[in-house]
């Protein structure tokens, strides 16, 4: 069973701060991360996507992939009220060919003036 | 990135009735979508996987007669709730993935609320 962790929060931060969200997967095999951006009452939206180890920088986001400790995090600079929402992680590994995507419960992110 | 649509957006019905949702790929060829729901505040909960051409693949627990589910087409996925109820009122997502790969990016429609009377 593979699984996908988040802390459901919520992480609270002040305008201007660096919000720094976490996710762990259970799947080794795991192959593509990704974090959406949910807010509340409409579907989820792809903010980025990484496959490599290191760190990838999109604008205000940077995620962060570890494969040796499994986890891949998303760190977003100069937060804004507007980013407040709910950030799930998911993730993809071969699981018998069917690439299949697992995602965690979300973490509710609040951006405080 | 790559558009998704649903239709309708929003439906209320009576219990018992049948409610169809569309799920359409736009500006991309999608040999997989799935099919999700979520509960107010809940986690999103993945119901099917809907191949082109072929059956969809059930979650357990997700009864495959009561959620129909075709993908007639390369941009084309429906999902029937039967005889609905009051407990299938949720918040119906589908996703649409690349055809180019396996791992790649899936982009969601904007959802289906369905309220059942």
């Known amino acids: 069973q593979k699984e996908v962790e988040q802390n459901s929060g919520p992480l609270s931060v002040p305008e201007g701060a660096i919000a720094s969200l976490n996710c762990t997967y259970s799947?080794?095999?795991?192959?593509?991360f990704f974090w959406y951006r949910q807010y509340s009452g409409k579907s989820p939206e792809l903010i980025m996507f990484?496959?490599?180890?290191g760190d990838k920088e999109d604008g205000r986001f940077t995620a962060q992939l570890n494969k040796a400790s499994q986890y891949v995090s998303l760190l977003i600079r100069d937060s804004q009220p507007s980013d407040s929402a709910t950030y799930l992680c998911a993730v993809i590994g071969p699981s018998g060919g069917s690439y299949i995507p697992t995602f965690g419960r979300g973490t509710s992110l609040i951006v405080h003036p | 990135g790559a558009v998704v649509s649903q239709h309708p957006s929003r439906v209320i019905c009576k219990s018992g009735t049948s409610v169809k949702i569309e799920c359409r790929s736009l500006?991309?060829?999608?040999?997989?979508m799935f099919w999700y729901r979520q509960f107010p505040k809940q986690s999103l909960m993945l119901m099917a996987t809907s191949n082109e051409g072929s059956k969809a693949t059930y979650e357990q627990g997700v009864e495959k007669d009561k959620f129909l589910i075709n993908h007639a087409s390369l941009t084309l996925s429906t999902l029937t709730v039967t005889s609905a109820h009051p407990e299938d009122s949720s918040f119906y997502i589908c996703s649409a993935r690349l055809a180019s790969g396996g791992s790649g990016s899936q982009f969601f429609g904007p959802g289906t609320r369905l309220t059942v009377l």
């Open positions: 799947d080794r095999g795991s192959q593509s």
């Open positions: 990484i496959y490599s180890n």
């Open positions: 500006d991309f060829q999608a040999t997989t």
